[in-house]
């Protein structure tokens, strides 16, 4: 079975249509949350994720722009963009971010925004000390996707099993922003950051998703080019900020 998956779409339609037109060989597409937020295409992401997705979790701006988080916690251009996309957003788009769950598990993978304990609060995992509670929340689960940071990268330790009780950290931080396969190794668990679609934060601008091989046991991540200029453009045209229409450019 081959699974997709997206996170951190933020509104950027030119981004996921490109990703999903990259996709039609996989059997399932799912989404660790981030649909909207900062880009120009709210409405039609969420209905693209609606119709794609078979499962989605809840991320930081989901939330944030249907009330259920505090915009306090956005600085002032996330915060801006946040509110520009409430007003924007359609009753039954605002209904399905509403139902999104935390987490989720499908095919024998973990799927949360942040971080696994806590889901709510979307703690950022940016080292192997902050992948910690996160590896020991999966129980015997070898394989988790976050998204969250932007950046493509996975954490890796020796699973439950194969390690003393008293070690507990020991993972390994590898960076995947060229993208690039990951082979999965019995005995270790995997916390696995697809990237970003549609605002790549790891120097690369190009659109960023994971392919998941659960009969080779791979994990692939690939970059995509898309047409970067048709969405600053619309971003322009709606008067979201700047630095945000900017960051697209470099992907930082
Ligand atoms: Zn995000």
Known sequence: ????????????????????DSLSDVDAIYCVGDVVGYGPNPNECCEVVREKSAATVM???DAAVIGKMALDWFNSVAREAAEWTREQLAAENRIFLEGL???AQAEGLTMVHGSLPMPERFLYINSPWEARPTFDSMGDSALCFIGHTHIAEYF?????RERPPWRSVGADQISMTEGGLIELMPGFQYII??????QPRDGNPQASYAVYDSDARTVEIRRLEYPIQAVQEKMRAANLPEMLIARLGYGG
Not at 156 to 160: I, L, M
């Open 1 to 20: 079975m081959l699974c997709a998956i997206i996170s951190d779409i933020h509104s950027n339609l030119e981004a996921l249509n490109t990703a999903l």
């Open 59 to 61: 991320g930081n701006h």
């Open 101 to 103: 769950p935390y987490t």
């Open 156 to 160: 890796v330790r020796k699973g439950r």
């Open 193 to 198: 950051n697809p990237g970003s679609i549609g």
